[in-house]
């Protein structure tokens, strides 16, 4: 009986378990004129090298008459097997646009987007 009740204790006693998190921030655009906010949460995969969490992006050109732009959406971020490389898809405003970065103190690399050009990105993961 002694057991059960020990038993019982330790399991109250355990802390949750929660998902990691990480902030990501970056910029892209021809002139990186768009900056870029997301904290994503680790997803199951047993690895930590899926994350998922909201976007937002605001543009930071001088081109802005009303004020900044912003947009919100879902950043899909996987971090290779391969150390230094990271692919993401972003989803905003019902289009996904992908990412591969390679790591050079922060991953660099080119977003593409249907219907539009390549452009630089570069991603920062903390």
């Known amino acids: 009986m002694r057991r059960v009740v020990f038993a019982l204790l330790l399991i109250g006693s355990a802390a949750p378990s929660y998902a990691q998190t990480r902030s990501v921030s970056g910029q892209f655009g021809i002139l990186g004129e768009w900056a ?11 690895a930590g090298r899926r994350w998922t969490g909201p976007l937002s992006l605001t543009h ?3 081109c802005s008459a009303n004020g900044p732009e912003e947009k919100t ?3 899909r971020l996987r ?5 230094g490389e990271a692919n993401a ?6 289009t996904a646009c ?5 790591l050079k ?13 390549d452009v ?5 993961i903390q």
Not at 36 to 46: M, N, S
Not at 89 to 94: Q, S
Not at 98 to 102: N, P, S, V
């Open 105 to 117: 103190g922060i991953y660099d690399g080119v977003m593409t987007c249907p219907d539009r050009r």
């Open 98 to 102: 992908t990412f591969h970065g390679r």
């Open 79 to 83: 971090l290779s097997d391969t150390p």
């Open 73 to 75: 959406g879902e950043l």
């Open 60 to 62: 930071i050109g001088l």
């Open 120 to 124: 630089p990105m570069m991603l920062s």
């Open 36 to 46: 870029l906010t997301a904290t994503v949460a680790e997803q199951a995969d047993g």
């Open 89 to 94: 898809t972003l989803l905003i405003e019902g």
